[in-house]
């Protein structure tokens, strides 16, 4: 996975890397809105976020961020009888270390479609090694789901639920051959750092591109 290039800007420019900064000008770019870049992580991040859906909820299909477009791509149709528990996506303007924006889970009633934004509130982290690599999902529930709002911790959330999710990870890749560990499952505390890391990172490494 490579990490993304930001093109330099003359030295002479200034950027205030606030949530309110159109990211299309302070990158240089034309063309389409990209979600990644241009997308508000939200004035109340890290405890309430956007999150992009990439994919819905009982998908089997994995859709993913084409990251030079900002466009969704079919990454590939699930192996096994597996469907996504819940809606997935990313978080705009976060980073992790592999270079890809922070991934989550948000929990809703319904499915909701792919590149549509959700308010959410990161309730706890599902801690992943993929084939020994780091990959963790940070867990969430919409604010304007009125079965899901008041959830403000993974704790809270029905035994079953937990297993569901917990299952989902561990096994919807076996097919393909590869090792999936789900570690541990983290609450609130774990989640919101998850964001404000992914934050700070894809910060660092828009001011170390601005500058070089």
Request: proline residues 7%; glycine residues 8%; charged residues 25%.
């Amino acid at each position: 996975r490579d990490t993304p290039h930001f093109p330099p800007l003359p030295s002479s420019r200034t950027v205030a890397l606030s949530t309110n900064i159109n990211m299309a000008v302070v990158l240089d770019r034309h063309g389409p809105t990209h979600v990644w870049h241009d997308l508000h992580v939200g004035p109340d991040a890290p405890t309430m976020i956007n999150a992009v859906v990439t994919i819905p909820q009982h998908s089997k299909v994995k859709y993913q961020l084409d990251k030079k477009s900002g466009l969704l791509k079919v990454d590939k149709v699930l192996m096994s009888a597996s469907v996504y528990p819940h809606n997935f996506g990313f978080i705009p303007r976060t980073m992790k270390e592999d270079g890809e924006p922070v991934e989550i889970l948000i929990m809703t009633q319904v499915a909701v479609a792919p590149m549509a934004v959700i308010r959410a509130k990161p309730i706890g982290i599902v801690r992943i090694l993929d084939q020994g690599d780091k990959d963790d999902k940070v867990v969430a529930v919409c604010v304007d789901d009125p079965e899901f709002k008041d959830y403000g911790d993974l704790s809270e959330l029905p035994a079953h639920r937990l297993a569901e999710i917990r299952g989902f990870f561990q096994d919807y890749k076996k097919l393909e051959g590869r090792t999936v560990t789900v570690e541990e499952m983290e609450g609130t505390e774990g989640g919101v750092r998850a964001v404000k890391d992914g934050m700070d990172l894809y910060t660092t490494m828009v001011v170390r591109d601005l500058q070089g």
